[in-house]
């Protein structure tokens, strides 16, 4: 899913991109997209756009006349821009807003249509989609962890809520606890100050850094490979490659649809977490560090 580095990117480019242009036509593949019936899509249509907003992970493009057409992308939506007229026959195009430069698809991979698409008024509208959590960017230490002790909750789960934090999700919360050298599953009422301020330095910096390397590789182009799997990511997506500050094996828990990458010598003291998948299966034979690990790795 597209996360605040990813979507900040998209807001950028967008802007630059689109506002001062006229929204021409409007070529609706996927009616199940359009969650919204009032007011019509088609009200946007000969109107130039005017702002681009992000809320979360949401980016909402306003045309003249405060009327918004807000967009969630979801796990797999992402946006393209292309040549005029471009045609909409690829199985994975939901919608198609056409320019006179070009024409910005809206694109969704796999069977599950999840993205979506609302038509609203007024920029006070955009207060339904706006699920409350922090802008981590700009979070001043005693907010962030107020935010963080609100619940107990693991560390994981704490950065990718919503209601907690704005637009942090399973790829950047991997590493930005592997930054702050803290484990996942840390219990937020076990956290000391320092280690909350700590926390809040890795999570700024940690996305200030992905948005300046994303706009760099951008440039004054349109990003056409946004990925949660990216190269020089630390430990996301990187279970049993070595990890980059300790050279440990990258280790990986999977749960529903979300996996949690870490590393167990920076973040955990070398022990290594539950998995559970395998650990119930186990039980007391699941090892506890990484040498019990490596013990069970050799060939008999």
């Known amino acids: 899913m597209p996360e605040l580095p990813d979507v900040t990117v998209y807001q950028e480019r967008l802007r630059a991109f689109?506002?001062?242009?006229?929204?021409?036509?409007?070529?609706?593949?996927?009616?199940?997209?359009?969650?919204?019936?009032a007011p019509p899509l088609e009200a946007a249509i000969g109107r130039p756009i005017v702002a681009v907003h992000r809320i979360g992970k949401?980016?909402?493009?306003?045309?003249?006349?405060?009327?918004?057409?807000?967009?969630?992308?979801?796990?797999?939506?992402?946006?393209?821009w292309k040549p005029v007229a471009h045609p909409v026959a690829?199985?994975?195009?939901?919608?198609?807003?056409?320019?006179?430069?070009?024409?910005?698809?809206?694109?969704?991979?796999?069977?599950?249509?999840?993205?979506?698409?609302?038509?609203?008024q007024g920029r006070a509208a955009l207060a339904q989609f706006d699920r409350g959590g922090l802008e981590p960017l700009t979070a001043t230490g005693p907010l962030f962890a107020a935010a963080l002790r609100r619940e107990n909750r693991t560390l994981k789960r704490a950065l990718t809520d919503p209601r907690l934090f704005s637009g942090i999700g399973n790829a950047y919360s991997d590493e930005i606890l592997h930054a702050a050298r803290l484990s996942p599953v840390l219990l937020t009422s076990r956290l000391t100050d320092e280690q909350c301020e700590r926390l809040r330095l890795a999570t700024a910096a940690t996305l200030q850094h992905w948005i300046d390397r994303?706009?760099?590789?951008?440039?004054?182009?349109?990003?056409?490979?946004?990925?949660?799997?990216?190269?020089?990511?630390?430990?996301?997506?990187?279970?049993?490659?070595?990890?980059?500050?300790?050279?440990?094996?990258?280790?990986?828990?999977?749960?529903?649809?979300?996996?949690?990458?870490?590393?167990?010598?920076?973040?955990?003291?070398?022990?290594?977490?539950?998995?559970?998948?395998?650990?119930?299966?186990?039980?007391?034979?699941?090892?506890?560090?990484?040498?019990?690990?490596?013990?069970?790795?050799?060939?008999?």
Request: hydrophobic share 40%.
């Open 90 to 120: 690829d199985r994975a195009v939901l919608a198609a807003f056409d320019f006179a430069p070009g024409c910005l698809l809206l694109t969704e991979q796999g069977s599950k249509k999840r993205a979506s698409l609302h038509v609203v």
């Open 214 to 300: 994303l706009r760099a590789t951008v440039g004054d182009g349109f990003p056409d490979k946004v990925t949660a799997f990216l190269p020089d990511m630390a430990v996301h997506g990187k279970a049993g490659q070595p990890c980059p500050c300790c050279a440990a094996p990258v280790q990986r828990i999977r749960y529903a649809d979300n996996e949690c990458n870490y590393c167990a010598r920076c973040q955990c003291g070398g022990k290594l977490l539950a998995d559970r998948g395998l650990s119930p299966l186990l039980k007391r034979d699941w090892p506890k560090t990484l040498e019990e690990l490596e013990e069970l790795r050799r060939p008999g």
């Open 18 to 37: 689109l506002v001062g242009q006229t929204l021409q036509g409007i070529r609706l593949k996927s009616s199940f997209l359009l969650r919204t019936v």
């Open 58 to 80: 949401r980016l909402a493009l306003e045309v003249d006349g405060e009327l918004l057409l807000v967009l969630h992308l979801m796990i797999a939506g992402r946006l393209r």
